[in-house]
């Protein structure tokens, strides 16, 4: 069963930046499209971004302009650059492809914005 390893979150104030990376345990070379979803307190978990084989990538709008989505496939990681942070950003961050694994979602790290 393939494990999804988040780490990089932790508290920023508005403004500020943060890096998410994503370990992910088997090779991600196959995988054609891997993604970033966040859970805000009290909300469903949401797409943030996405990152295809070829290198094209998607966001959503809220956080489009400001968030950068790379992948590294020698390394089978992922990685979420996030600039201009908000309070709204506030989550966990979790990794996966896309469409998910459905059984295989990682603990997510925890990402707060203060204001």
């Known amino acids: 069963q393939v494990q999804l390893v988040e780490s990089g979150g932790g508290l920023v104030q508005a403004g500020g930046s943060l890096r998410l990376s994503c370990a992910v345990s088997?090779?991600?070379?196959?995988?054609?499209?891997m993604a970033w979803y966040r859970q805000a307190p009290g909300k469903q978990r949401e797409f943030v971004a996405l990152?295809?084989?070829?290198?094209?990538?998607r966001y959503a709008d809220s956080v489009k302009g400001r968030f950068t989505v790379s992948r590294d496939n020698a390394k089978n990681t992922v990685t979420l650059q996030m600039n201009s942070l908000k309070p709204e950003d506030t989550a966990v961050y979790y990794c996966?492809?896309?469409?998910?694994?459905?059984?295989?979602w990682g603990q997510g790290t925890l990402v707060t914005v203060s204001s």
């Open positions: 996966n492809k896309s469409p998910p694994w459905n059984d295989a």
């Open positions: 990152i295809t084989g070829g290198g094209s990538t």
């Open positions: 088997r090779s991600i070379s196959s995988i054609t499209t």
